[in-house]
């Protein structure tokens, strides 16, 4: 019988010359450096995506601030309150003395915006300021306005909302129930109140 003679691989070649003939393996530098590289991309091209979301998250905050003037829910709904406190009755827009859109013009300016105008109900539609929202869910510091015809009034009206419990609001209105000053009420009925919001920070 005719001796077939297989070739045999010394393991300790590999290692002394990883690069020669007949080896069954690849070097493992080889697949460090493949593998360090393929890290390295993946880092690079991590990195600016993770820096955008970084901007993102930092810029939303800045964006609401911008749109409320800087100020917070609780300096809001503060101001809201000593304005009831104090009876507040200024004719902000100079037309027919002081009325209910009077103290919203001042809240507008107060959170840092233009002095809007209209009657009360101009206010169920008015375009928003940038980053404020409209809805029928009050919040403290949004301001609520009704149709034309509520309350017996044709020219509808408006108010500030500075607390909310279940279905009842508690508002500080001008040229209200209690006269043309500003005075606090709580409110049971809905009236079809539109919220005007403001996209305060924090309470």
Known sequence: MKKIFLPIYDITDH????????????????D??????RGF?????????????????MCVP????????GITRSSAVAWIKARGTESWCQDV?????CQCVDLIEAYYMY?????????????CTKTL??????????????????????????NGHVGLVYAVDGNTKYTVETNADNGS??????????CKFRQKKPPFTEF
């Open 15 to 30: 290692f002394r010359n990883p690069k020669s003939k007949g080896t069954p393996f690849d070097n493992p530098s080889d």
């Open 181 to 190: 000053s500003a005075h606090s009420y709580t409110r049971n009925y809905d």
């Open 32 to 37: 460090l450096k493949t593998t360090s590289r």
């Open 62 to 69: 800045n964006m609401a601030s911008a749109a409320t003037g």
């Open 93 to 97: 827009d100079g037309a027919y003395g």
């Open 129 to 154: 300021p940038s980053g404020w929202t409209r809805d029928h869910n009050p919040t403290p510091g949004s301001i609520f306005a009704c149709p034309a015809y509520t309350y017996s009034r044709e």
């Open 111 to 123: 959170l840092g915006q233009s002095r809007p105008n209209g009657n009360g109900y101009d206010y």
């Open 41 to 57: 991309i993946m880092k690079k091209r991590l990195i600016p995506i993770i820096l955008m979301a970084f901007m993102f998250i």
